[in-house]
């Protein structure tokens, strides 16, 4: 997809795999982080066009993650759909700042079409 790089923050090791399996696929590169206290670090190294942000991701969570992010003034504009299990995901999207959510478990196709929903909306 042009070369575009997507950033997967997330706990669940099989997820990741599934996750970058379908957006390999999709023909996007892929980075993957297991935590999120280190967000800005490894933005500024893989310097994703979108990201993929758990809720519950161990250290500082995908909310306070995402909140740094969006806080940061070279980093806000990066889209992030964020993903959650919870019920209430499209709240704590909301709450965290992201422009999308995905509730889980998700399939394929609205992970592919929220990905390229959101890098076709980027400023």
């Known amino acids: 997809m042009n070369n575009k790089t997507i950033l997967i923050f997330d706990d669940d090791k099989h997820i990741l795999d599934v996750c970058t399996i379908i957006l390999t696929d999709a023909g996007y590169t892929v980075a993957v982080s297991e935590t999120s206290h280190d967000i800005i670090e490894r933005v500024e190294e893989v310097k994703p066009d979108a990201i993929l942000m758990d809720n519950w991701i161990p250290d500082i969570g995908g ?7 969006k ?3 070279t980093y806000q504009g990066i889209p992030v759909i964020y993903c959650s299990a919870n ?3 499209h709240i704590l999207a ?3 700042g992201a422009e999308a959510y995905l509730s889980k478990p998700f399939n394929i196709f609205d992970l592919e079409e929220m990905v390229k929903q959101v890098l076709e909306n980027r400023k």
Do not use: G, Y
């Not at 909310?63 to 992010?69: D, E, F, N, V």
């Open 63 to 69: 909310m306070k993650a995402t909140q740094l992010l």
């Open 94 to 96: 909301e709450k965290a």
């Open 87 to 89: 019920n209430e995901v």
């Open 71 to 73: 806080q940061h003034p």
